[in-house]
Every structure is written in structure tokens, then in C-alpha cells.
């Protein structure tokens, strides 16, 4: 069975500092990737995507990510984080082939401080 | 619409009784996703349409849960004999089926609390 994990439930970083939430995925080919956060109150906005080609994505926000297939990983990556990116951050996977639903991980929750 | 719409934004419901919550896709998504997600969890995967049917009904918790979806659109999910653990978030999705086109919008979501 497919699964996605996010190693981190909780991260805190500094205003301006860089950022990285991990992501691994457990599937035999190489899956539709995403990351999606949720803010407080909010709904699931997606942040970009990976499906082939070059595996560093850009997405909005200021956010890229990496897709490794060695790792079986998809990192979500930031250089300067602003305090508007607290929020709940979710990697979810889905397979290139037939009918089947997105996998979500638990999410790892970001907060942000002065 | 332009969006994934969903209705109640938020249920209030004592224990025992039945719940519908409803899912009104974007136009032309033919593939429909429910999930949960309860406090401090991740997205639990419910139900999948493709169009009305549902090949994946796998993350129905229990025989009190079901849902249908009616001329490929609107969706319902049937909550009956409701419990406190049905306390969540009740997210929907929609989006086109395969391909390049897997992205899936989100509702806003229901909140139901059981009391």
C-alpha cells in the first residue's frame, strides 16, 4: 500500500530563517507528488505540484520543492519564511496509473517567531 | 461554481441522531473525494466518485457512514447514529480523473460537532 510520511509533527523557525519539511513516500513507481497547507480557519490551498520533468518545482509563496527518487523523497523548501507561512502543511501522493485518491501524510504544523 | 462548495460550514448535532453533509463539485470534475480530519490529525480518506460510482470505499469507518453522488455533480455524506469520534472536519475535493489534471480543489470544509 502507498503512504506518505512526514517525519515532523511540529517545526518552529525564526522569521527569515530557511526552512525544510521532509516527506517520504513508500509506492513501486514514481507518484503524482503535491504539498498543500492549510492555514487556521482556511481550506487546503495547494502549494505546487510534481508530476515529471524537472524535479525541482517551483511553487507559490516563495516555496520549491525537490523530488529525489533515490530517497523516495519530496522536500518542501524555503529560503526566508515570513510569519504569514504559520500554518499546517500536508504532502500527499497520488499514483500515475487508474482511480485511486490522494494519499495525505499527518501534516507537520510550522510555527513561526519573531 | 467557481469553487468546491460545501454545506452546512458547520453542524451541531446531539449523539444518536442522522447528519447529511453536502459537496457541490467544481463543474466538469468528475472525480469526488470525501476526507476527515479531526483535531490534530492528518486528512483521513473516506470515499472516491468517479463520476457516480465508487470504486474506493475503503476508509468508510463503520456501516454508519455512506455517501452517494447524483448526475455526476452533488455529493452526500450520510453520517446515521452519530457518535462523539464523529467530531471533525469534513473536508471534499474534486478534480479531473488521471493524468495531468489530478489536481484536486478543496471545499472549505464541515465542521461537525457531536454534543
Known amino acids: 500500500a502507498q503512504s506518505v510520511t512526514q517525519p515532523d509533527i511540529h517545526i518552529t523557525v525564526s522569521e527569515g530563517a530557511s526552512l525544510e519539511l521532509r516527506c517520504n513516500y513508500s509506492?513501486?513507481?514514481?507518484?503524482?507528488l503535491f504539498w498543500y497547507v492549510q492555514s487556521p480557519g482556511q481550506g487546503l490551498q495547494l502549494l505546487l505540484k510534481?508530476?515529471?520533468?524537472?524535479?525541482l518545482v517551483q511553487g507559490i509563496k516563495g516555496f520549491e520543492a525537490e523530488f529525489k527518487r533515490s530517497q523516495s523523497s519530496f522536500n518542501l523548501r524555503k529560503p526566508s519564511v515570513h510569519w504569514s507561512d504559520a500554518a499546517e502543511y500536508f504532502c500527499a501522493v497520488l499514483r500515475n496509473s487508474g482511480n485511486t485518491p490522494l494519499v495525505f501524510g499527518k501534516g507537520t504544523r510550522l510555527s513561526v517567531i519573531a | 461554481g467557481a469553487g468546491v462548495s460545501q454545506s452546512p460550514s458547520n453542524k451541531v448535532t446531539e449523539k444518536g441522531k442522522d447528519v447529511e453533509l453536502r459537496c457541490d463539485p467544481i463543474?466538469?470534475?468528475?472525480?469526488l473525494y470525501w476526507y476527515r480530519q479531526s483535531l490534530g490529525q492528518g486528512l483521513e480518506f473516506l470515499i472516491y466518485f468517479q463520476g457516480n460510482s465508487a470504486p474506493d470505499k475503503s476508509g468508510l469507518p463503520s456501516d454508519r457512514f455512506s455517501a452517494e453522488r447524483t448526475g455526476g455533480s452533488v455529493s452526500t455524506l450520510t453520517i446515521q447514529r452519530t457518535q462523539q469520534e464523529d467530531s471533525a472536519v469534513y473536508l471534499c475535493?474534486?478534480?479531473?480523473?488521471?493524468?495531468?489534471?489530478?489536481?484536486?480543489?478543496f471545499g472549505q470544509g464541515t465542521r461537525l460537532t457531536v454534543v
Open positions: 509506492y513501486g513507481a514514481t507518484p503524482y
Open positions: 475535493a474534486s478534480s479531473f480523473p488521471g493524468g495531468m489534471n489530478t489536481e484536486a480543489f
Open positions: 463543474s466538469g470534475h468528475t472525480a
Open positions: 510534481y508530476f515529471s520533468g524537472d524535479t
